[in-house]
Protein backbone atom coordinates (compact mmCIF):
# COMPACT_ATOMS: atom_id res chain seq x y z
CA UNK A 1 0.00 0.00 0.00
CA UNK A 2 1.18 3.16 -0.87
CA UNK A 3 2.20 5.91 2.21
CA UNK A 4 -1.19 8.07 1.06
CA UNK A 5 -3.61 5.27 0.99
CA UNK A 6 -2.24 3.78 3.93
CA UNK A 7 -2.74 7.11 6.07
CA UNK A 8 -5.98 7.58 4.57
CA UNK A 9 -8.15 4.38 4.43
CA UNK A 10 -7.69 3.59 7.65
CA UNK A 11 -11.62 3.09 8.77
CA UNK A 12 -13.78 0.20 8.55
CA UNK A 13 -14.14 -2.10 5.68
CA UNK A 14 -17.66 -2.26 4.02
CA UNK A 15 -18.46 -4.81 0.80
CA UNK A 16 -21.20 -4.71 -1.10
CA UNK A 17 -22.41 -8.73 -2.54
CA UNK A 18 -24.28 -9.05 -5.30
CA UNK A 19 -23.45 -5.48 -6.94
CA UNK A 20 -22.82 -6.70 -10.33
CA UNK A 21 -25.96 -7.37 -12.99
CA UNK A 22 -24.42 -10.43 -14.19
CA UNK A 23 -23.89 -12.25 -10.85
CA UNK A 24 -27.54 -11.16 -9.35
CA UNK A 25 -28.59 -12.54 -12.91
CA UNK A 26 -27.35 -15.52 -12.16
CA UNK A 27 -29.37 -16.44 -8.86
CA UNK A 28 -32.11 -14.66 -9.40
CA UNK A 29 -34.34 -18.09 -10.09
CA UNK A 30 -32.77 -19.06 -6.51
CA UNK A 31 -33.55 -16.18 -4.72
CA UNK A 32 -37.18 -16.30 -5.39
CA UNK A 33 -36.41 -20.01 -3.33
CA UNK A 34 -36.02 -20.73 0.46
CA UNK A 35 -34.50 -19.93 2.17
CA UNK A 36 -34.59 -15.93 0.60
CA UNK A 37 -38.06 -16.02 -0.27
CA UNK A 38 -37.21 -12.83 -2.86
CA UNK A 39 -34.55 -10.94 -3.78
CA UNK A 40 -33.20 -8.54 -2.20
CA UNK A 41 -34.19 -5.28 -1.54
CA UNK A 42 -32.00 -3.14 0.00
CA UNK A 43 -28.23 -3.31 -0.59
CA UNK A 44 -26.39 -6.34 0.78
CA UNK A 45 -23.49 -5.67 2.99
CA UNK A 46 -20.64 -7.26 4.72
CA UNK A 47 -17.98 -5.99 7.22
CA UNK A 48 -14.00 -7.21 6.39
CA UNK A 49 -12.87 -7.29 9.73
CA UNK A 50 -9.29 -5.40 10.39
CA UNK A 51 -7.43 -8.88 10.84
CA UNK A 52 -8.25 -9.20 6.90
CA UNK A 53 -6.12 -5.74 5.87
CA UNK A 54 -3.52 -6.65 3.66
CA UNK A 55 -0.92 -4.77 1.08
CA UNK A 56 0.44 -4.54 -2.51
CA UNK A 57 2.53 -7.39 -3.19
CA UNK A 58 2.21 -9.05 0.58
CA UNK A 59 0.95 -12.74 0.39
CA UNK A 60 -2.51 -14.17 0.96
CA UNK A 61 -2.55 -17.61 2.77
CA UNK A 62 -4.61 -20.53 0.98
CA UNK A 63 -6.80 -21.88 4.15
CA UNK A 64 -6.16 -25.45 2.82
CA UNK A 65 -7.85 -28.46 4.20
CA UNK A 66 -9.69 -29.02 1.26
CA UNK A 67 -11.24 -25.14 1.75
CA UNK A 68 -10.80 -23.38 -2.31
CA UNK A 69 -9.30 -20.04 -2.41
CA UNK A 70 -11.23 -17.10 -4.79
CA UNK A 71 -9.72 -13.82 -5.02
CA UNK A 72 -12.78 -10.70 -5.38
CA UNK A 73 -11.67 -8.08 -7.85
CA UNK A 74 -13.43 -5.01 -6.66
CA UNK A 75 -13.31 -1.55 -7.14
CA UNK A 76 -12.80 0.24 -3.96
CA UNK A 77 -14.44 3.77 -2.44
CA UNK A 78 -12.17 5.65 0.09
CA UNK A 79 -14.36 8.25 1.92
CA UNK A 80 -12.87 11.47 2.46
CA UNK A 81 -15.54 13.29 5.18
CA UNK A 82 -17.84 12.07 7.61
CA UNK A 83 -21.07 10.98 5.38
CA UNK A 84 -24.71 10.66 7.38
CA UNK A 85 -27.93 10.56 5.07
CA UNK A 86 -26.44 11.99 1.94
CA UNK A 87 -28.47 12.41 -1.45
CA UNK A 88 -27.49 9.95 -3.86
CA UNK A 89 -26.65 13.73 -6.19
CA UNK A 90 -24.14 14.94 -3.41
CA UNK A 91 -22.50 11.67 -2.70
CA UNK A 92 -19.45 11.99 -4.84
CA UNK A 93 -18.43 15.03 -3.11
CA UNK A 94 -17.71 12.68 0.33
CA UNK A 95 -15.67 10.10 -1.30
CA UNK A 96 -11.53 11.01 -1.18
CA UNK A 97 -10.90 8.81 -3.86
CA UNK A 98 -10.01 5.26 -5.53
CA UNK A 99 -8.34 2.04 -4.94
CA UNK A 100 -8.27 -1.54 -5.96
CA UNK A 101 -9.28 -4.08 -3.44
CA UNK A 102 -8.69 -7.90 -3.99
CA UNK A 103 -11.73 -9.22 -1.40
CA UNK A 104 -10.44 -12.60 -1.11
CA UNK A 105 -13.05 -15.39 -0.03
CA UNK A 106 -14.22 -19.22 0.30
CA UNK A 107 -16.75 -19.97 -1.96
CA UNK A 108 -20.25 -18.51 -1.37
CA UNK A 109 -22.41 -21.30 -2.39
CA UNK A 110 -25.21 -19.64 -0.37
CA UNK A 111 -25.91 -16.03 1.27
CA UNK A 112 -27.96 -16.96 3.59
CA UNK A 113 -26.17 -16.00 6.51
CA UNK A 114 -23.28 -13.52 7.31
CA UNK A 115 -19.91 -14.79 5.93
CA UNK A 116 -17.47 -14.52 8.65
CA UNK A 117 -15.82 -18.08 8.18
CA UNK A 118 -15.57 -17.25 4.27
CA UNK A 119 -14.58 -13.87 4.49
CA UNK A 120 -12.97 -12.58 7.78
CA UNK A 121 -9.54 -15.00 7.47
CA UNK A 122 -6.38 -13.15 8.17
CA UNK A 123 -5.29 -11.38 5.05
CA UNK A 124 -8.38 -11.84 2.70
CA UNK A 125 -8.63 -8.31 1.85
CA UNK A 126 -5.39 -6.35 0.01
CA UNK A 127 -6.14 -3.13 -0.62
CA UNK A 128 -3.56 -1.07 -3.25
CA UNK A 129 -1.54 -0.06 -4.37
CA UNK A 130 -2.95 3.52 -4.47
CA UNK A 131 -5.64 6.26 -3.96
CA UNK A 132 -6.57 7.65 -7.20
CA UNK A 133 -8.28 11.31 -5.82
CA UNK A 134 -11.83 11.95 -7.24
CA UNK A 135 -9.95 14.58 -9.73
CA UNK A 136 -8.08 11.94 -11.35
CA UNK A 137 -10.98 9.69 -12.35
CA UNK A 138 -13.73 10.96 -14.46
CA UNK A 139 -15.80 8.30 -14.44
CA UNK A 140 -15.86 5.74 -11.83
CA UNK A 141 -18.52 3.69 -13.77
CA UNK A 142 -17.15 2.96 -16.91
CA UNK A 143 -13.73 1.09 -15.48
CA UNK A 144 -12.46 -2.36 -17.04
CA UNK A 145 -11.95 -4.65 -14.23
CA UNK A 146 -9.57 -7.59 -14.87
CA UNK A 147 -8.46 -10.51 -12.68
CA UNK A 148 -5.19 -11.99 -13.76
CA UNK A 149 -3.21 -15.62 -12.31
CA UNK A 150 -0.19 -16.02 -13.27
CA UNK A 151 -0.20 -13.27 -16.05
CA UNK A 152 -3.60 -14.84 -17.50
CA UNK A 153 -6.71 -13.01 -17.88
CA UNK A 154 -9.28 -15.56 -15.83
CA UNK A 155 -12.04 -12.47 -15.19
CA UNK A 156 -12.98 -9.35 -16.49
CA UNK A 157 -15.82 -7.01 -16.66
CA UNK A 158 -17.14 -3.09 -16.03
CA UNK A 159 -17.93 -0.96 -13.09
CA UNK A 160 -20.51 -0.29 -15.58
CA UNK A 161 -22.30 -3.20 -14.66
CA UNK A 162 -23.18 -2.38 -10.76
CA UNK A 163 -26.46 -3.33 -9.70
CA UNK A 164 -26.37 0.28 -8.13
CA UNK A 165 -23.71 2.90 -8.64
CA UNK A 166 -21.47 4.66 -5.71
CA UNK A 167 -23.85 7.69 -4.94
CA UNK A 168 -26.67 5.18 -4.95
CA UNK A 169 -24.55 3.10 -2.24
CA UNK A 170 -23.48 5.87 -0.28
CA UNK A 171 -26.78 7.36 -0.12
CA UNK A 172 -28.65 3.69 0.47
CA UNK A 173 -26.23 2.83 3.49
CA UNK A 174 -25.43 6.35 5.14
CA UNK A 175 -29.76 6.25 5.58
CA UNK A 176 -28.70 4.17 8.32
CA UNK A 177 -24.96 4.16 9.28
CA UNK A 178 -22.90 7.04 9.00
CA UNK A 179 -19.74 6.29 6.65
CA UNK A 180 -16.45 8.09 8.08
CA UNK A 181 -13.38 9.51 6.79
CA UNK A 182 -10.96 6.83 5.72
CA UNK A 183 -13.97 3.81 5.45
CA UNK A 184 -14.01 2.01 2.41
CA UNK A 185 -16.79 0.68 0.46
CA UNK A 186 -15.77 -2.15 -1.24
CA UNK A 187 -18.33 -1.88 -4.36
CA UNK A 188 -18.45 -5.91 -5.17
CA UNK A 189 -17.54 -8.32 -7.20
CA UNK A 190 -18.35 -9.39 -10.77
CA UNK A 191 -19.52 -13.02 -11.48
CA UNK A 192 -17.55 -16.12 -12.69
CA UNK A 193 -14.78 -15.78 -9.15
CA UNK A 194 -11.84 -18.31 -10.04
CA UNK A 195 -10.04 -20.75 -7.76
CA UNK A 196 -7.01 -19.56 -7.02
CA UNK A 197 -3.55 -22.02 -5.74
CA UNK A 198 -0.34 -21.75 -3.58
CA UNK A 199 2.45 -20.35 -5.68
CA UNK A 200 -0.02 -17.89 -8.03
CA UNK A 201 0.57 -14.45 -8.46
CA UNK A 202 -3.14 -13.22 -8.54
CA UNK A 203 -3.12 -9.58 -10.02
CA UNK A 204 -6.56 -7.44 -10.19
CA UNK A 205 -6.07 -4.73 -12.45
CA UNK A 206 -8.57 -1.43 -13.02
CA UNK A 207 -8.15 1.09 -15.31
CA UNK A 208 -6.45 4.02 -14.20
CA UNK A 209 -6.26 2.67 -10.94
CA UNK A 210 -3.09 0.56 -11.33
CA UNK A 211 -2.43 -2.87 -10.57
CA UNK A 212 -2.69 -4.93 -7.41
CA UNK A 213 -0.46 -8.07 -7.00
CA UNK A 214 -0.63 -10.76 -4.34
CA UNK A 215 0.93 -13.91 -3.74
CA UNK A 216 -0.57 -17.26 -2.34
CA UNK A 217 0.89 -19.13 -0.18
CA UNK A 218 0.02 -22.23 1.73
CA UNK A 219 -0.29 -22.27 5.11
CA UNK B 1 -11.67 -3.96 38.84
CA UNK B 2 -14.05 -2.26 36.42
CA UNK B 3 -12.63 -0.39 33.43
CA UNK B 4 -14.10 2.54 31.63
CA UNK B 5 -13.72 5.25 28.99
CA UNK B 6 -15.21 8.14 29.55
CA UNK B 7 -15.70 11.80 27.64
CA UNK B 8 -15.07 14.61 30.10
CA UNK B 9 -14.50 18.38 29.54
CA UNK B 10 -13.06 17.50 26.02
CA UNK B 11 -10.96 14.87 26.88
CA UNK B 12 -11.38 11.15 26.64
CA UNK B 13 -9.96 9.04 29.60
CA UNK B 14 -9.45 5.52 31.03
CA UNK B 15 -10.78 5.19 34.53
CA UNK B 16 -11.48 2.77 37.31
CA UNK B 17 -15.20 2.14 38.63
CA UNK B 18 -15.72 2.55 42.08
CA UNK B 19 -18.60 2.41 44.14
CA UNK B 20 -21.48 4.36 43.58
CA UNK B 21 -20.36 4.50 39.58
CA UNK B 22 -18.03 6.74 40.53
CA UNK B 23 -15.35 7.25 38.15
CA UNK B 24 -11.74 7.58 38.94
CA UNK B 25 -9.32 9.27 36.14
CA UNK B 26 -5.73 8.38 36.21
CA UNK B 27 -5.02 11.89 37.54
CA UNK B 28 -7.01 10.78 40.75
CA UNK B 29 -9.83 12.62 40.40
CA UNK B 30 -13.26 11.39 41.16
CA UNK B 31 -16.17 12.16 38.98
CA UNK B 32 -19.74 10.91 39.65
CA UNK B 33 -21.62 8.71 37.00
CA UNK B 34 -23.65 11.91 35.79
CA UNK B 35 -20.61 13.98 35.33
CA UNK B 36 -19.24 11.86 32.30
CA UNK B 37 -19.90 10.99 28.67
CA UNK B 38 -19.71 7.10 29.18
CA UNK B 39 -18.05 5.73 25.94
CA UNK B 40 -18.26 2.12 24.70
CA UNK B 41 -15.51 0.11 26.91
CA UNK B 42 -13.48 -1.26 23.49
CA UNK B 43 -13.34 -0.43 20.11
CA UNK B 44 -12.89 -3.31 18.12
CA UNK B 45 -14.82 -5.73 15.61
CA UNK B 46 -18.37 -7.24 17.87
CA UNK B 47 -19.08 -10.76 16.97
CA UNK B 48 -22.21 -11.16 17.86
CA UNK B 49 -24.29 -14.74 17.82
CA UNK B 50 -27.22 -15.36 17.07
CA UNK B 51 -29.46 -17.98 18.16
CA UNK B 52 -27.58 -18.86 20.90
CA UNK B 53 -30.19 -19.21 23.59
CA UNK B 54 -32.30 -22.56 22.97
CA UNK B 55 -35.23 -20.72 24.35
CA UNK B 56 -35.16 -17.42 21.99
CA UNK B 57 -34.46 -19.89 18.76
CA UNK B 58 -37.29 -21.41 19.78
CA UNK B 59 -39.33 -17.76 20.10
CA UNK B 60 -38.01 -17.10 17.06
CA UNK B 61 -39.02 -20.36 15.06
CA UNK B 62 -35.95 -21.31 14.84
CA UNK B 63 -34.01 -24.72 15.17
CA UNK B 64 -31.08 -23.72 17.58
CA UNK B 65 -28.03 -23.71 15.31
CA UNK B 66 -25.15 -26.63 15.28
CA UNK B 67 -22.51 -23.98 14.09
CA UNK B 68 -22.58 -21.04 15.62
CA UNK B 69 -24.02 -17.99 13.62
CA UNK B 70 -22.17 -15.14 14.25
CA UNK B 71 -22.44 -11.88 12.78
CA UNK B 72 -20.33 -8.61 12.75
CA UNK B 73 -20.57 -5.26 14.04
CA UNK B 74 -18.12 -2.55 13.39
CA UNK B 75 -17.33 0.61 16.13
CA UNK B 76 -19.97 3.11 14.39
CA UNK B 77 -22.86 1.31 16.05
CA UNK B 78 -21.59 1.09 19.61
CA UNK B 79 -22.47 3.37 22.11
CA UNK B 80 -22.04 3.89 25.87
CA UNK B 81 -23.99 3.67 29.35
CA UNK B 82 -26.31 6.56 29.55
CA UNK B 83 -26.76 7.39 25.69
CA UNK B 84 -29.35 7.67 23.32
CA UNK B 85 -30.54 5.05 20.72
CA UNK B 86 -33.07 6.19 17.91
CA UNK B 87 -35.77 4.08 16.71
CA UNK B 88 -36.80 4.95 13.06
CA UNK B 89 -39.85 6.02 12.03
CA UNK B 90 -42.67 4.23 10.66
CA UNK B 91 -41.25 0.46 12.01
CA UNK B 92 -43.22 -1.93 13.92
CA UNK B 93 -41.10 -3.58 15.89
CA UNK B 94 -37.73 -2.93 17.50
CA UNK B 95 -36.42 -4.61 20.01
CA UNK B 96 -33.66 -5.27 23.14
CA UNK B 97 -31.32 -8.00 23.47
CA UNK B 98 -29.30 -7.93 26.87
CA UNK B 99 -26.33 -9.72 26.11
CA UNK B 100 -23.09 -10.79 28.00
CA UNK B 101 -19.78 -9.98 26.03
CA UNK B 102 -16.21 -11.41 26.42
CA UNK B 103 -13.50 -8.83 25.19
CA UNK B 104 -10.23 -9.82 23.70
CA UNK B 105 -7.27 -8.37 25.54
CA UNK B 106 -4.69 -10.22 23.31
CA UNK B 107 -4.00 -11.76 19.72
CA UNK B 108 -6.09 -15.11 19.75
CA UNK B 109 -5.20 -17.88 16.97
CA UNK B 110 -6.15 -21.72 16.97
CA UNK B 111 -6.58 -20.90 20.81
CA UNK B 112 -7.72 -24.03 22.58
CA UNK B 113 -11.10 -24.02 24.86
CA UNK B 114 -9.18 -25.03 27.82
CA UNK B 115 -6.92 -22.05 27.46
CA UNK B 116 -9.63 -19.39 25.86
CA UNK B 117 -10.37 -17.42 29.04
CA UNK B 118 -6.63 -16.56 29.04
CA UNK B 119 -7.09 -14.10 25.83
CA UNK B 120 -9.80 -12.26 27.92
CA UNK B 121 -9.42 -9.01 28.94
CA UNK B 122 -12.83 -9.25 30.62
CA UNK B 123 -16.40 -9.02 30.45
CA UNK B 124 -19.04 -6.16 29.90
CA UNK B 125 -22.34 -6.14 28.60
CA UNK B 126 -24.72 -5.00 25.44
CA UNK B 127 -27.64 -3.88 24.35
CA UNK B 128 -28.20 -5.92 20.76
CA UNK B 129 -31.39 -4.16 20.11
CA UNK B 130 -32.55 -5.01 15.92
CA UNK B 131 -34.83 -3.61 14.16
CA UNK B 132 -37.14 -6.74 12.89
CA UNK B 133 -39.23 -4.66 9.77
CA UNK B 134 -35.63 -4.63 8.42
CA UNK B 135 -34.68 -8.32 8.24
CA UNK B 136 -33.56 -9.82 4.74
CA UNK B 137 -32.98 -13.09 3.54
CA UNK B 138 -29.16 -12.44 2.87
CA UNK B 139 -26.55 -12.28 5.21
CA UNK B 140 -29.12 -12.42 7.83
CA UNK B 141 -29.19 -10.98 10.56
CA UNK B 142 -28.07 -7.70 7.55
CA UNK B 143 -26.39 -4.42 8.88
CA UNK B 144 -29.71 -2.53 8.49
CA UNK B 145 -30.91 -4.62 11.11
CA UNK B 146 -27.80 -5.04 13.53
CA UNK B 147 -25.37 -2.20 12.30
CA UNK B 148 -27.09 1.17 12.76
CA UNK B 149 -25.77 4.34 14.33
CA UNK B 150 -25.47 4.32 18.08
CA UNK B 151 -27.92 1.44 17.77
CA UNK B 152 -25.40 -1.04 19.78
CA UNK B 153 -24.96 0.14 23.44
CA UNK B 154 -21.95 -1.46 24.96
CA UNK B 155 -20.49 -1.34 28.85
CA UNK B 156 -20.82 0.25 31.44
CA UNK B 157 -17.15 -0.99 31.91
CA UNK B 158 -15.23 -4.01 31.29
CA UNK B 159 -14.96 -6.06 34.54
CA UNK B 160 -11.90 -8.50 35.32
CA UNK B 161 -12.36 -11.75 34.37
CA UNK B 162 -11.27 -12.84 38.36
CA UNK B 163 -13.91 -10.82 39.07
CA UNK B 164 -16.30 -13.32 37.59
CA UNK B 165 -15.24 -16.52 38.76
CA UNK B 166 -18.36 -18.51 36.85
CA UNK B 167 -19.82 -16.71 33.59
CA UNK B 168 -21.25 -19.83 32.78
CA UNK B 169 -24.27 -18.91 35.54
CA UNK B 170 -25.33 -15.28 35.33
CA UNK B 171 -28.35 -14.04 35.41
CA UNK B 172 -29.43 -11.70 32.38
CA UNK B 173 -32.76 -9.36 33.04
CA UNK B 174 -33.82 -6.25 30.80
CA UNK B 175 -36.28 -3.63 32.21
CA UNK B 176 -38.82 -0.97 30.73
CA UNK B 177 -39.43 2.05 32.20
CA UNK B 178 -38.32 -0.07 35.57
CA UNK B 179 -40.76 -3.28 34.64
CA UNK B 180 -39.13 -6.48 33.92
CA UNK B 181 -39.47 -7.74 30.53
CA UNK B 182 -36.43 -10.53 29.78
CA UNK B 183 -34.69 -13.04 31.79
CA UNK B 184 -33.06 -15.64 31.59
CA UNK B 185 -28.95 -17.24 32.65
CA UNK B 186 -25.94 -17.44 30.69
CA UNK B 187 -26.39 -21.59 31.80
CA UNK B 188 -28.66 -21.66 28.58
CA UNK B 189 -26.27 -20.80 26.29
CA UNK B 190 -25.85 -23.32 22.85
CA UNK B 191 -22.15 -22.16 22.71
CA UNK B 192 -20.24 -20.95 25.53
CA UNK B 193 -17.72 -18.16 25.37
CA UNK B 194 -14.30 -20.54 25.47
CA UNK B 195 -16.29 -22.55 22.66
CA UNK B 196 -16.81 -19.58 20.69
CA UNK B 197 -13.14 -18.30 20.94
CA UNK B 198 -12.38 -21.48 19.67
CA UNK B 199 -14.60 -21.50 16.69
CA UNK B 200 -13.50 -17.97 15.71
CA UNK B 201 -9.83 -18.17 16.13
CA UNK B 202 -10.03 -21.53 14.19
CA UNK B 203 -10.16 -19.58 11.22
CA UNK B 204 -8.86 -16.21 12.50
CA UNK B 205 -6.97 -13.90 14.66
CA UNK B 206 -9.09 -11.93 17.06
CA UNK B 207 -7.95 -8.70 17.65
CA UNK B 208 -7.50 -6.99 21.13
CA UNK B 209 -10.49 -4.88 21.96
CA UNK B 210 -12.62 -7.36 19.65
CA UNK B 211 -15.93 -8.35 21.46
CA UNK B 212 -18.43 -11.08 21.65
CA UNK B 213 -21.57 -10.51 22.42
CA UNK B 214 -23.43 -14.10 23.33
CA UNK B 215 -26.60 -13.90 22.38
CA UNK B 216 -29.82 -13.37 24.28
CA UNK B 217 -32.34 -14.97 25.88
CA UNK B 218 -36.11 -15.47 25.39
CA UNK B 219 -38.40 -12.44 26.37
CA UNK B 220 -38.27 -9.49 23.45
CA UNK B 221 -40.54 -6.57 23.58
CA UNK B 222 -40.90 -3.56 21.34
CA UNK B 223 -39.52 -0.08 22.18
CA UNK B 224 -40.63 3.35 21.53
CA UNK B 225 -39.15 6.82 22.31
CA UNK B 226 -39.50 7.67 25.14
CA UNK B 227 -38.52 4.49 26.63
CA UNK B 228 -35.75 3.97 29.44
CA UNK B 229 -34.12 0.16 28.67
CA UNK B 230 -31.73 -1.25 31.09
CA UNK B 231 -29.69 -4.53 30.54
CA UNK B 232 -27.62 -6.19 33.65
CA UNK B 233 -25.47 -9.07 33.67
CA UNK B 234 -25.08 -9.87 37.13
CA UNK B 235 -22.12 -9.00 38.27
CA UNK B 236 -20.84 -7.60 35.17
CA UNK B 237 -23.18 -4.30 34.89
CA UNK B 238 -26.28 -2.76 34.18
CA UNK B 239 -26.28 -0.45 30.98
CA UNK B 240 -28.68 2.47 30.97
CA UNK B 241 -29.80 3.87 27.42
CA UNK B 242 -32.91 5.67 26.39
CA UNK B 243 -34.90 5.46 22.56
CA UNK B 244 -35.08 8.59 21.38
CA UNK B 245 -37.66 9.36 18.13
CA UNK B 246 -35.36 9.75 14.54
CA UNK B 247 -35.78 13.03 14.15
CA UNK B 248 -34.81 13.98 17.81
CA UNK B 249 -31.34 11.81 17.09
CA UNK B 250 -30.35 13.17 13.94
CA UNK B 251 -31.40 17.11 15.00
CA UNK B 252 -29.14 17.02 18.17
CA UNK B 253 -26.49 15.10 15.69
CA UNK B 254 -26.41 18.26 13.70
CA UNK B 255 -26.10 20.81 16.28
CA UNK B 256 -23.29 19.01 18.06
Known amino acids: MSRALHDVATGTLFGVALNYQGLLKQRLAEFEQPPYQKPPIKPVLFIKTPNTRNQHGADVVHPGNGERLQPGPALGVVIGKTASRVRPDEALAYVAGYTIVNEFSLPEDSYYRPAVKAKCRDGFCAIGPELVPTTQLADPHSLAIKLYVNGVIRQQNTTANFVRNIPLLIAEISEFMTLHEGDVLITGTPEDRVDVQPGDTVEVEISGLGRLANHIVAE | ?256
Open chain 2, 1 to 256: MKHARIHFEGEVHLAHVEDNNAVRLADGRLLAEDQVQWLPPATGSMFALGLNYADHAAELAFKPPTEPLAFIKSPGTYTGHNQVTWRPDNVAYMHYECELVAVIGKPARNVKRENALEYLAGYTVCNDYAIRDYLENYYRPNLRVKNRDATTPVGPWIVDVADVPDPGNLKLRTWINGELRQEGSTRDMIFDIPYLIEYLSSFMTLQPGDMIATGTPEGLADVVPGDEVIVEVEGVGRLVNRIVSEAEFFSAQKEA
